[in-house]
């Protein structure tokens, strides 16, 4: 079956703006979680989303915002980008919280 | 909190045996995850232990110690390729709380 799909891989953006990223998670999988990751940082808890409902929600700023849709696909804004919101952001999905399986990721250069 | 530790490198020779640690409080999950995550790829799930004791799964193998608030992972045979960052991540109590990652340990083979 289909894995995780992050869209899009790659992403470059200007300081101020806004960046909406992408994740399709396996079929039949409804919940969803984002990470930041950073070199030195790990993995950086975002959010989760599950059945179109946010169920847990790490420590970020306001700009970073989520939702889920009936399909369990699923997106994250960042608005007002700042440099340091330069990372690679990870998708994954997880029937339960069994455990996860990792899209691909976006890596998001901020300049 | 729920923390969870593990050393940020560690060195290894091509062909040996290395160890990766993880410690946790012992009250904050029931289940550790091990996966492997390459530079510029997602993680890959590689183990989960719920149990105490050791899982073997051919030339990795995962411990746990649920009242030591401790598990390992166990590389043998090692290969070139085994040259990656290994994350260790809680399951918490309640299934509905967000899996834990800790920084990873970035692991060198040498030849």
């Known amino acids: 079956k289909a894995g995780v799909t992050q869209t899009p891989r790659y992403l470059i953006k200007t300081r101020g703006q806004q960046v909406t990223l992408s994740c399709s998670p396996i079929?039949?999988?409804?919940?969803v979680s984002w990470y930041q990751q950073t070199p030195g940082q790990g993995l950086q808890f975002l959010f989760e989303?599950?059945?179109?409902?946010?169920?847990n929600k790490g420590n970020f700023p306001g700009r970073f915002s989520g939702r889920q849709f009936s399909n369990s696909r699923s997106e994250m804004n960042v608005s007002t980008l700042e440099l340091g919101d330069s990372a690679l952001y990870l998708c994954?999905?997880?029937?339960?919280?069994?455990?996860?399986?990792f899209g691909s990721g976006t890596r998001l250069t901020v300049v | 909190g729920q923390n969870i530790d593990q050393p940020t490198e560690m060195t290894a020779t091509e062909g040996a045996i290395v160890q990766i640690n993880c410690t946790y409080q012992?009250?904050?999950?029931?289940?550790l995850f091990w996966y492997q995550q390459h530079a510029g790829e997602a993680p890959t799930f590689l183990s989960y232990?719920?149990?105490?004791g050791l899982e073997e799964k051919g030339r990795f193998s995962s411990f746990l110690s649920r009242s030591k608030g401790y598990s390992y992972l166990l590389l043998k045979e090692l290969q070139m390729k085994d040259s990656a960052s290994y994350l260790c991540?809680?399951?918490?109590?309640?299934?509905?709380?967000?899996?834990?990652f800790g920084k990873g340990t970035r692991l060198h083979i040498l030849p």
């Open positions: 994954a999905s997880s029937p339960d919280t069994y455990g996860y399986t």
């Open positions: 079929s039949g999988h409804r919940s």
């Open positions: 989303y599950f059945s179109e409902t946010q169920r």
């Open positions: 012992t009250s904050g999950f029931n289940g």
């Open positions: 232990n719920v149990l105490d």
């Open positions: 991540a809680g399951r918490p109590m309640n299934r509905d709380d967000k899996i834990i």
